[in-house]
């Protein structure tokens, strides 16, 4: 198991990560819905 700091910098890298994700296309909006959706795919790996 990670130690806390290391919990905090995947946190911190996965934040910056779907920060990323949203700059790609800043004209969108984004729903709960598809939010959940896009972190879901980001975490399984799977191409959204």
């Known amino acids: 198991m990670p ?18 994700i949203f700059e790609a296309n800043p ?7 598809e939010l959940k959706k896009l972190i879901d795919a980001y975490i399984t790996g799977t191409q959204q």
């Open 27 to 33: 004209q969108k909006a984004y729903d709960a819905a």
């Open 3 to 20: 130690a806390e700091n290391e919990r905090k910098d995947i946190q911190k890298a996965m934040a910056y990560d779907l920060i990323r």
